[in-house]
């Protein structure tokens, strides 16, 4: 059996809608917490092959409940608020193989 190249990939939808649409990218938040969650997993020594990836993602179709973000292969499905919540679920899920309850979709 092959190794997977990355043990888990994190995917922030950082889809934009014009004219008011709900979308996660709406006024920047997910694509600043893109940065926050990539610069966390570098900062913890996670981030690479063999360990963990996190990604931009275009519209994951779960807009209503944006802004949203996705841990593969897990398949668990978060919301966030602020830089607070994405270092927790880098921490917690990506690095401590635990999903962090209180943000699941």
């Not at 990539?38 to 944006?66: M, T, W, Y």
């Not at 973000?69 to 401590?96: F, K, Q």
Request: glycine share 12%; proline share 5%.
């Amino acid at each position: 059996m092959n190794m997977p190249f990355y043990q888990r990939h994190l995917f922030f939808c950082i889809n934009r809608r014009e004219g008011g649409e709900q979308a996660c990218n709406n006024g920047g938040l997910a694509e600043s917490m893109f940065h926050t969650a990539k610069k966390h997993a570098k900062d913890l020594g996670i981030q690479g092959p063999g360990k963990v990836r996190v990604n931009r993602s275009g519209c994951l179709g779960r807009c209503s409940e944006g802004p949203v973000a996705v841990v593969y292969p897990d398949g668990v499905w978060y919301t966030y608020v602020d830089a607070d919540d994405v270092r927790e679920i880098v921490e917690s899920h990506l690095r401590d193989g635990v999903p962090v309850a209180r943000l699941r979709l």
